[in-house]
Structures are given as C-alpha cells and as structure tokens.
C-alpha cells in the first residue's frame, strides 16, 4: 500500500514562450481533501497532467507516495483521476465502459456494479453513454476513477454539470474518502463550489502560488468594516482615534469606513461624542472577495506559504500577527481614493486608506 502522499516541489511548465506553470510546490496529505484553486488558465490542469504523468515538467517534480507515476506499476489500484468527463466511446453503455476498464487494471468485475450504485447511475447503466447528460458523464468518468480501489484520487472540477443534490453527494463522498486515511486533491476555479469541502487549499494566479494553507487560516483573513454616516464626520473621527480605533477612510459617497469594530461601538462611541449617525451598516469580506483578490492580479506578486503571506497585501485581506509590509509601504495604509477630499478639521494622517475595499458596485447586507 502506497503512502499516497501527493508532493510537488519547484514544479515548472514551459510551452515554447508561454509559461503555464512556475516554481510551484506544495503537498497533499493523506486524510484530507486539498482545493487546487485559481482562475480558468491559471495552470492547475497543467500541474495535474504534471503530476499524472501526462505531461512532461520544464523543471521539478511531483510524486505520488515518494514515486513519480509511471513507476506505480498498476497506477489505476493507487491512483483514481478524472481530467474531463468525455472519454466515452458514445456507443458503449455505461456498463461495458467500466467493464474494459476493470479487465485493464484486473480489478474484479463485481466492482463494476459496486460503482455503478456508489454513484448513483444504476438506472441508466445500459444506456449509451452519447445521451448521458454532462452531469451523468461526471458520475461516469468518477465511478471509472474508483475502480481501482485507489489510496489517491485527482478530481479536475468534478462538479461541473452536477445538480445540487449530486453537489451535495459528491463533497460528502470526498470527505468519507478522505477520512479513511486517503488523500485527495480536487481543482475548481470556484472557491465557494469547494469551500465546504477541502481542509486545506492551494490558489494559483498565472502558473504561480499565491496562497498554500489551512482553509481556516484564509477564514481568519476576513475583515469587517462599520459604514457611518455622520452629522459631525470630523468629531466622530476624532471620538474614534481617542478611542483608539484608526485606519478610518472616507468612501466616495461620503461615509466613514471603520474597520474591525462593529456597529455598536462605533454607535457608542458616537452617543458618547454627541454626534448625531443617519446611517451605520456593517460589512465582512468573504471568502469569495479574498480569492478574487489573491488572483485578480491587483497585488504584488507573492506566495503564501504555510499560512503566511509574502508579498504585497491584497486588499481585504488581513495579515497575521507579525506580517512585514513591502518596503517603503506601512502597514494599513495604501493609495488614496481618487477625487475623495479630506474632511474638513482633520489632518490628511488621520484619514486612511483601509485595506478593505469591496467590488465596483458592492452593497452591505443590511443595505440589500
């Protein structure tokens, strides 16, 4: 039995000029469910025919239990994957497709129905697979995948074309999986579609790591942001620096942006200063706001490693405890707001530009 430890190090994919995949690394443990994650062309198919074998690396490597593919011997009883959902000869039933496939890898034929019903396909079994449905296609290149009864599995958004039902199949499939001490590594370009699956993620961004950690380190990322509108916006700026709260910013339609308090300290604080609030609203950035902004490409290039961020800071995104910023830029500051004028009574240092900054557009919750 075979580790089933996926390990990629210094991976490197050149396709004459283009650059598909650069210097990446990061591994897979057994008993997890690992997100491959990043924006359509940010390499991840590439690093998966990589590490498959399918593909020939520039530089680096990737092994599967200490071995790279083509030294497992039998790969399909160590490793299950699904690239894409088509490689069905249109005229062949479901069955006899995963017939060929168990007579290859000599697997006994009674796992064929075995799959067959783990994946829910039984009733069009003996259908030909040119009619099957993209979703019924998914469930067929998975039960193909699990044949082998495979220590590792390599998903390649598998849940394109699945129902919400089969959505919610799938991810509670990968994460039994995973907990029978398997490893398995599923790509999507969607990071809520995985978000409540995967333990761990990697986001690439052109060929690159931008993030390698724990899903609950990325969570711990988001930040919240109080909106005021004030009577007196420079006495409660003033209220709020003696409180010891700063990094306040003024938006472009005028409002106070607080960042990490809630709304009924700075409601408090207000009363205390006699300052009169038309309006408060309370926003948090989510998980989808900071993938965006890890791979949008509106940040200094660099890598997330262990949890912890290397180069320039995206906004909405928080650092750890003890983050350095790039050089000659301080911590919670950035460019200012084009056109926005400081407010009357305070000194321009007293207004910040606060690393959150939601999409064109965005509205709070308790705005909608």
């Known amino acids: 039995m075979h580790d089933g430890r996926i390990e ?38 590439t690093t998966l025919r990589m590490v498959l074998g399918l593909v020939r690396p520039t530089a680096g490597t990737a092994t599967i239990g200490g071995r790279n593919f083509d030294q497992l011997g039998n790969p ?17 039933k479901a069955r006899d497709h995963l017939r060929c496939y168990a007579a290859a890898m000599a697997v006994p034929a009674r796992r064929v129905d075995e799959m067959i019903e783990l994946v829910g396909l039984r009733p069009a ?27 590792v599995l390599v998903l390649d958004e598998p849940a394109n074309g699945l129902d919400p039902e089969g959505i919610a199949w799938l991810r509670a499939f990968l994460q039994t ?28 961004s052109r060929g690159e790591c ?52 809630d709304r009924r300290q700075v409601g408090d604080i207000a009363l205390a200063a006699g300052v009169a609030l038309y309006g408060i609203a309370e926003e948090r950035t989510d998980l989808e706001q900071i993938f965006f902004q890890l791979t949008s490409g509106q940040f200094t290039s660099g890598q997330f490693t262990g949890g912890q961020f290397t180069g320039g800071q995206p906004y909405g995104w ?51």
Do not use: C, W
Request: charged share 20%; proline share 9%; no cysteine.
């Open 210 to 261: 931008v993030y390698y950690g724990q899903l609950d380190e990325l969570r711990a990322s988001q930040r919240r942001r109080v909106l005021v509108e004030a009577a007196d916006p420079a006495a409660l700026v003033g209220a709020l620096r003696a409180a010891g709260i700063g990094a306040i910013d003024l938006t472009q339609d005028g409002r106070l942006s607080v960042p990490d308090v």
């Open 177 to 204: 999986f995973a907990r029978s001490g398997r490893t398995v590594l599923v790509s999507s370009h969607i990071l809520a579609e995985i978000e409540q699956t995967v333990d761990q993620v990697v986001i690439v």
């Open 8 to 45: 990629v190090n210094g991976l490197t994919k050149h396709f004459g000029a283009v650059r598909a995949v650069r210097d990446l690394s990061f591994a897979v443990e057994p008993g997890s469910v690992t997100g491959f994650l990043g924006p359509n062309g940010a390499g991840k198919t």
């Open 318 to 368: 928080a650092p750890r405890h003890g983050f350095a910023p790039p050089s000659g830029q301080p911590a919670g500051h950035g460019p200012p707001l084009p056109g926005v004028a400081p407010l009357p009574g305070v000194a321009p240092e007293q207004v910040q530009r606060s690393p959150y900054a939601p999409p064109p557009g965005h509205r709070s919750g308790s705005e909608q």
């Open 76 to 92: 399909g009883r160590v490793v299950g994957a699904v690239l894409e959902a088509q490689n069905f000869h249109p005229g062949r």
């Open 125 to 151: 079994a003996r259908r030909n697979a040119r009619g099957y449905s993209l979703g019924m296609k998914q469930r067929l290149a998975l039960a193909t995948a699990l044949l082998g009864d495979p220590q």
